[in-house]
């Protein structure tokens, strides 16, 4: 079992930047590969990137390459995603999932556990 702990959200002004976390906690992370995920209102979730198992391989959907960085620091059990050049698009709740897995996946069906979210607001 594992348990995700968002945190990090807010209210940034475009072209600012943000650092969401994502806490673990029952299951060391250094055994799941994680990704973090966005939903809009009126809005499908959608994927934005993954990190391997041993934090080799990202991916990134095109909408955030170069603006975005996923990261994790598996002695202290934490992902992170930097965000920056933040636009008024990218205003969601940002979600972490783990996968029992050691690569990620575009495909939120393919995670087995999910964190509470973590609201982003970017203001014109």
């Known amino acids: 079992q594992v348990q995700l702990v968002e945190s990090g959200g807010g209210l940034v002004q475009t072209g600012g930047s943000l650092r969401p976390s994502c806490a673990a906690f029952g299951r060391t992370v250094s055994t799941v590969a994680m990704g973090w995920f966005r939903q809009a209102p009126g809005k499908e979730r959608e994927f934005i990137c993954t990190?391997?198992?041993?934090?080799?391989?990202?991916y990134y959907v095109e909408s955030v390459k170069g603006r975005f960085t996923i990261s994790r620091d598996n002695p202290k059990n934490t992902l992170y995603l930097q965000m920056n050049s933040l636009k008024p698009d990218d205003t969601a709740v940002y979600y972490c999932?783990?996968?029992?897995?050691?690569?990620?996946?575009?495909?939120?069906?393919?995670?087995?556990?999910w964190g509470q979210g973590t609201q982003v607001t970017v203001s014109s």
């Open positions: 990190i391997s198992r041993d934090g080799v391989t990202t």
């Open positions: 999932a783990a996968r029992l897995n050691a690569w990620g996946s575009v495909r939120a069906e393919e995670y087995d556990y």
